[in-house]
């Protein structure tokens, strides 16, 4: 009778190493699950950032088009004063939308965790904004001159 409870003990003590054995293996799984949760995160936010980017760049667009259309259409319309005044703010108001859509993308408070999606080239944002900026500013002077 000694026997049973030494091996009732004995197969205890198999059975809490399986188990611990089972926990170590469990936890590796949960750390692996928590930095790929971290890396999708970091590219939900890049991409959130690029999104937000893309808003800033379609309004500016929008705006331009509108300055443009609204001293074509307005011109008959309303005073010419008015009409040129219009144009000019929404113009404006593009060239505000395409410098802050590039300050915006720039000026990050907190840095995100490192995405595993590669982000747009800094370059890349500075030109094609320096050059819709500059656009701008030759629609501008366009209208100053007709």
């Known amino acids: 009778m000694a026997g049973a409870p030494e091996a009732k003990a004995a197969a205890a003590q198999t059975k809490l190493a399986e188990s611990a054995g089972t926990l170590v293996d469990s936890a590796i799984v949960q750390q692996d699950s928590?930095?790929?949760?971290?890396?999708?995160?970091?590219?939900?936010?890049?991409?959130a950032a690029e999104r937000t980017y893309a808003a800033w760049l379609r309004t500016?667009?929008?705006?331009?088009?509108?300055?443009?259309?609204?001293?074509?259409?307005?011109a008959d319309a309303v005073a010419?004063?008015?009409?040129?005044?219009?144009?000019v703010v929404l113009i404006l108001l593009a060239e505000f939308c395409f410098v802050a859509g590039v300050w915006r993308q720039f000026m990050r408070v907190v840095p995100p965790p490192k995405p595993d999606a590669p982000r747009l080239p800094d370059w890349l944002l500075i030109?094609?904004?320096g050059f819709l900026v500059l656009l701008g500013?030759?629609?501008?002077?366009?209208?100053?001159?007709h």
């Open 34 to 47: 928590a930095d790929r949760r971290t890396q999708l995160a970091g590219d939900r936010t890049l991409l």
């Open 60 to 74: 500016g667009l929008a705006a331009l088009a509108a300055g443009i259309g609204a001293k074509a259409l307005l």
């Open 80 to 87: 010419p004063w008015l009409a040129t005044a219009s144009a």
């Open 127 to 129: 030109v094609f904004n």
């Open 137 to 145: 500013g030759a629609v501008l002077v366009g209208l100053a001159i």
